[in-house]
């Protein structure tokens, strides 16, 4: 698996403390019957500090699909711990 970083962000919370999230890509194979694969992206947050960690890989076969989901992860600051609720949605 290949992790491309796309992004980091930093926001603030209730107390004014900064929090950064770094974003990427994750690349990989997806068996999709008799043998054959094809290339598979998800997605990857991580907090600034690496406590906290979120992985959903195999979202989407499609570049333009992750692209899409990485631009609304960043935009919206989703974090670690609302990552699959957010992609459920999107789905």
């Not at 107390?15 to 043998?35: C, F, P």
């Not at 600051?77 to 459920?88: E, G, M």
């Amino acid at each position: 698996m290949k992790e491309l970083n796309v992004g980091r962000v930093a926001a603030q919370d209730e107390n004014g403390v900064d929090h950064y999230y770094d974003y990427s890509v994750l690349i990989d194979e997806m068996r999709v019957g008799n043998g054959f694969f094809c290339e598979s992206y998800g997605v990857k947050i991580s907090a600034g500090d690496a406590r906290e960690v979120a992985i959903i890989p195999n979202i989407t076969v499609s570049i333009s699909r992750i692209d899409e989901l990485t631009e609304l992860l960043l935009r919206n600051v989703v974090t670690p711990c609302t990552l699959a609720d957010v992609v459920s949605d999107w789905l």
